[in-house]
């Protein structure tokens, strides 16, 4: 074995090269950012919740999940647009609703955009706002949230105020259970690493045991992960 | 060289146009990467990387120790996660018989790599030292060098290698081709059989009928 301290004598005839790998690693994002896929049978049917985000986070022009400040400012226009596509079309299937919100969902930001500007200049009269532009908007917090919960009781009804609420909250929970998920690896995955690595580990800890001893500061190093990983599986078996 | 089942590189995807990993089996990888790296060097030695590599695949040591002399390309006795990347991509295209395609996709590292010498030069040694890994096959040595009018000692550079593995991955999709066809043949002659067993029977059956009456 080849230690820290000692020198490390390359084979007879051996050149140092190039390295030949600075291009095939790629630039891969930050925690937190774009999970695509994963896994061997992941690939082919990846995860419903990306699915079902996608089309919520479509109007982003993320590929995977987005950001979850993004799903904070798409969810109050989603609820509107739902709402208003319960108005519009009453008799639409419910299971197209789901592209509709996708597609509505990307005319909104545009809309989005140009609606908060004009709710800036017109902040003193928000009365004359169009209908539209109204649900355009994150629900206000002044005397025009009454006057848009009114028009929703008269018009859709309290029923789908409720469903449209209680999916929010839905949503809202799902949105910070998947901002953690983006960080960290699914525990399933993460139990079989330290297995596999605890497995490979002890049995280095006992090359390293014969070739350098017990008392060499590598060995130690060694010994404390292996430490660490056993107790994370008692722990870890001890929930279960 | 098989990858062990059931272990955690047989479930990453290798990308089977580019050979490559997706960005979250990198991360995944590099967290495994890390779990193995105790000395937090951001690298494995040589005893870590010959444990790793026998747990997961069913490789002898000495093609192990090939392997780490083949990685270790600035020779300091330890590997990265650029190495190690590779690695993985290399065993999972062996895997799953994509070794030609990810020769084709990376012909400049698969070069790098087998000139373990440095010399911008590789030949019938140095694919012989290495075939349990990519699976270079003696034949289309032969018919390359043949078809090029090369004897079987000729060392060849990056830009011959690079022909040779277009050769290679055109042998391979040839191959899958026939085998396709084979199959779908295979799959008419069993279906044509079927119909003529069921109209045989369905004749037996009115000739019963009639007899019986």
Known sequence: ?240 | MKVKEASFLWYLYLDKIYCLLSARNVKALLEYFHLLDVHHQNTLNDVLFYHFLSYVTNLKSRQIRMVFDMLDYNAVGEIGFEEFYLLVCILLSHQNNLEEQFMYCHSRHVFRLLDINGEQRIGPTNFRMYRFLFNIRKEHLKEFFYGFGLTDERRLNYKEFKIYTIFANDKLKEKQRRETEKQERRKKFKSQIKNTVYQVAVIRRFWNKKIGR
């Not at chain 1, 390359?10 to 291009?23: K, L």
């Not at chain 1, 709710?119 to 949230?145: A, G, N, V, W, Y």
């Not at chain 1, 690595?197 to 006992?206: G, S």
């Open chain 1, 1 to 240: 074995m080849k230690s820290r301290s000692s020198a490390w004598r390359p084979p007879a005839g051996r050149r140092t090269r190039p390295s030949p790998f600075w291009s095939v690693t790629p630039a891969f994002p930050e925690a937190g950012s774009t999970w695509v896929r994963w896994g061997r049978t992941m690939e082919e049917e990846p995860f419903k919740a990306s699915s079902d985000h996608r089309n919520l986070g479509q109007a982003s022009g993320h590929d995977g999940l987005p950001d979850g400040g993004i799903q904070a400012t798409l969810s109050q226009p989603g609820l509107s647009t739902q709402l208003s596509e319960v108005r519009g079309s009453s008799d639409q299937n419910h299971g197209t609703g789901h592209e509709t919100r996708g597609d509505s969902q990307q005319g909104l930001l545009e809309d989005g955009d140009k609606s908060i500007s004009q709710r800036d200049k017109d902040s003193s009269k928000p009365e004359d706002l169009d209908q539209h532009t109204l649900l355009d908007l994150e629900p206000p917090r002044s005397s025009t949230q009454g006057i848009w919960l009114a028009e929703l009781d008269s018009e859709s009804g309290n029923e789908h105020f409720s469903e449209s609420l209680s999916s929010t909250l839905e949503q809202a929970g799902f949105r910070l259970y998947l901002a953690e998920q983006q960080k960290k690896l699914p525990l399933p995955l993460r139990e079989l690493m330290e297995t596999e690595a605890l497995e490979i580990l002890t049995k280095a800890l006992k090359s390293y045991r014969s070739k350098i001893g017990e008392n060499h500061f590598l060995t130690q190093e060694l010994q404390r992960s292996v430490e660490e990983l056993q107790r994370r599986k008692r722990l870890l078996w001890k929930s279960q």
